[in-house]
């Protein structure tokens, strides 16, 4: 059975687009087979996260009107086996797009591909309400920060009145040290907030801007992992039912480099 | 015992963490939010809620709290309503006539 998992907060910039290119690769590489679906029409991106805005030839749109078949429309990732996108419409009124059409593009997909993540267009309005609307899961992305942590309970709510069974929090650009001096929100006091399961912590890191500017997904480079690389595959780890992968310790990680730092000037 | 009321004198004038100051915030609009009550609602029924216990104690105004909590995704009305003393002039037949009759 195929699992169709939205990706989704309510607030915008939060991270929901970086995480589905770095999950979905992820995934991909412990050998599943994952069709990524942008459902962020006329504000296409994950295209441009994964590096394959060259490609695209063909959207949702398309496939919907039924001017061409799925199979024309996804584009393959020919760095990562058993990856593909279905992009975005970018031009197309987003608004004729309603939720019985999403569920039956993924339920196509669904056929052939063990994952179908959906990224998720910020806001609670239609476009959200279609994206949501085939999935049975959701991954609810939240930053430390308090617009953002309202919106994410504002959106558990409404996935809890939608009936989407396993709902579960990623929180996202933490910065421990911030964390440490009280400058900031700590995961405990995100979960104490929300009560929605953890399932992934991503800290704030800027090899993560990086990677987007080249268009390759940070897990994406084996031959130097950074921490960030790591948290999202321990993320997909987590999603494949490793109950027991532990939460990496990001202040650890942090006084490791500082220490390093201070060696380095010692000596 | 003393130590902890030092504390609390204390930790009154130390000023909030800025990650305390928005965790409590976030509490508060986080338990507005889930009701979806606006406070023109709350406040409506605040004042009844007192109106009726008001038949039978009488309660200290000032030290009421009245608050929307959170626990565990659950939203809970807390009413706190510290009571000077018990009305003993009335039963409770008499009382519930009285509140019939403030509402005709
Ligand atoms: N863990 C992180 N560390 C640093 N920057 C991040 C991190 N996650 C996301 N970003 C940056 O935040 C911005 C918004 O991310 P994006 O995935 O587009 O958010 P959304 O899809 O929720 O709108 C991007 O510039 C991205 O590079
Ligand atoms: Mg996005």
Not at chain 1, 74 to 102: H, S, T
């Amino acid at each position: 059975m195929s699992r169709i998992i939205v990706i989704t907060s309510g607030k915008g910039g939060v991270g929901k687009t970086t995480i589905t290119a770095n999950l979905g690769v992820s995934l991909a590489q412990l050998g599943r087979k994952v069709a990524l679906v942008d459902a962020d029409f006329g504000l296409r991106n994950l295209d441009l996260l994964l590096g394959l805005e060259n490609r695209v030839v063909y959207t949702a749109a398309e496939v919907i009107a039924g001017e061409c078949p799925i199979e024309k429309a996804l584009v393959k990732d020919k760095r990562q086996r058993g990856l593909v996108l279905l992009p975005a419409a970018q031009n197309r009124n987003k608004d004729a797009f309603k939720p019985e059409q999403m569920k039956e593009l993924v339920s196509k997909l669904a056929q052939n591909y063990d994952y179908v993540l959906i990224d998720s267009p910020a806001g609670i309005e239609m476009g959200f309400r279609n994206a949501i609307s085939a999935a049975t899961e959701a991954l609810i992305v939240s930053t430390p920060e308090i617009a953002s942590v309202r919106d994410a309970d504002r959106v558990v709510g409404l996935l809890e009145a939608e009936k989407i069974q396993k709902i579960r929090l990623i929180v996202n650009r933490l910065r421990p040290e911030m964390v440490q001096l009280e400058k900031m929100l700590s995961v405990e006091d995100i979960l104490d907030l929300l009560v929605v399961p953890l399932i992934g912590v991503i800290p704030d890191d800027e090899r993560v801007i990086v990677s987007t500017n080249r268009g390759e997904p940070l897990v994406l480079d084996e031959r130097r992992p950074s921490l960030p690389a790591i948290a999202f595959k321990n993320l997909s780890r987590r999603l494949e039912g490793e109950e027991e992968v532990p939460f990496l310790d990001l202040l650890a990680a942090h006084d490791n480099l500082l220490t390093r730092i201070r060696r380095l000037f010692q000596s | 015992m003393i130590n902890e009321l030092l504390d609390k004198l204390f930790q009154r004038n130390v000023p909030l963490t800025s990650k305390e100051e928005a965790k409590q915030r976030l509490k508060l609009v986080i338990a507005h939010d889930r009701v979806q009550l606006n406070p023109g609602t709350l406040e409506l029924m605040r004042k009844e809620i007192l109106e009726v216990v008001s038949h039978y104690v009488e309660i200290d105004s000032k030290e009421m709290e009245f608050s929307l909590e959170n626990d565990d995704r659950m939203s809970v009305l807390i009413a706190n309503l510290p009571i000077r003393r018990i009305k003993k002039t009335l039963t409770t037949t008499t009382a519930i006539e009285e509140t019939k009759k403030d509402r005709s």
